[in-house]
């Protein structure tokens, strides 16, 4: 075995060791909140670094769940996901019905139409299940944490006599690189965004400036039609809270901006046209939160390209 191998090797399970010192196993946070029946998933026992807060309705939450997160170690337990919620307008039987998801987006009543009909339920430590419905459809949704992301999908199920012709699917999205202390920091922007698959989708990204105080790390989202994973979006807008909020709410064409600073929030949809779901027919939509890998993955990453430099020379 070459020495530079050996000592590249003896370096990155030095750093290794260091790091499970810096970086304790995960605690699933209490702080979800007790509206909409949240539960947390992620965390321990999987030494996962993030936890997630996840409701009936599909609203999310993320909590930073290490003990020094980022570079900035009072990050402990800080929050990253200000929310990530859904709405969907829909075509049944001529008539076209829009609503939130969620009673609740970023401390505001959306006057959404949804109703719980199976509270969030554990399956295990890393996913949890809920169904709604408004009456005319079902909303069967399914939070699983993966690789320290999480993926939701959202089966939407006719429920009704009536055929359903099409849906609009939207999620808002706002995130805080710096932590929610620091909601005026960092940049939201539609960009290509890694998901959970390993491609890279449109999306939205918020970055923040390392080495700044309180930053934990970049973050996105992105979606799909189907349970196979992310795809480009059929509409996208970047803005105000109150803008977006708004664009989401009345299912408004999406304007298209794609950037925004200080506390921007997003939105993306996709647009299931040419259905024909009679009682019982379903169409089924992801949503992926992707956080930027660990710092101490990026560290070995760095080690590994400084071996392959010297193989090469």
Not at 61 to 67: D, E, I
Not at 130 to 148: A, E, K, M, Q
Request: net charge negative; with cysteine; aromatic share 10%.
């Amino acid at each position: 075995m070459p020495r530079g191998y050996i000592s590249t090797l003896i370096l990155i399970i030095t750093v290794l060791a260091f790091g499970a010192v810096l970086l304790p196993a995960a605690q699933i946070d209490p702080q979800c909140s007790t509206v909409e029946s949240m539960v947390a998933i992620g965390g321990a026992p999987g030494g996962s670094n993030t936890s997630f807060c996840v409701s009936a309705y599909g609203w999310s939450n993320g909590w930073f769940a290490t003990g020094f997160p980022g570079d900035y170690p009072a990050n402990t337990s800080t929050n990253l996901l200000g929310d990530s919620g859904q709405a969907v307008s829909y075509t049944l039987g001529g008539t076209t019905y829009t609503s939130w998801l969620t009673p609740v987006i970023d401390g505001q009543f959306t006057g959404g139409k949804f109703t719980v009909v199976t509270p969030t339920t554990l399956v295990n430590n890393d996913q949890a299940t809920s169904v709604i419905t408004d009456g005319r459809v079902d909303i069967t949704i399914t939070s699983t944490v993966i690789n320290n992301n999480i993926q939701q999908t959202f089966t939407i199920t006719n429920e009704t006599t009536q055929t359903l012709t099409n849906i609009n699917f939207m999620d808002y999205f706002n995130y805080f690189p710096n932590g929610a202390s620091n909601p005026t920091l960092g940049t939201l922007t539609y960009q290509p965004v890694p998901t959970i698959e390993g491609t890279s989708v449109y999306g939205l990204w918020a970055s923040g400036t390392y080495g700044t105080a309180g930053y934990i790390r970049d973050g996105g989202v992105c979606g799909g039609i189907g349970t196979s994973g992310c795809t480009t979006p059929t509409g996208h807008d970047v803005g105000s809270i109150s803008l977006i909020t708004e664009e989401v709410g009345s299912g408004a064409t999406l304007n298209g901006n794609n950037s925004g600073a200080n506390n921007s929030a997003g939105a993306l949809s996709w647009d299931a046209s040419n259905l024909s779901l009679t009682k019982g027919g379903s169409q089924a939509f992801t949503v992926e939160l992707v956080p930027e890998p660990e710092t101490i993955a990026m560290l070995l990453i760095g080690l590994a390209g400084i071996y392959l430099g010297r193989r090469k020379f």
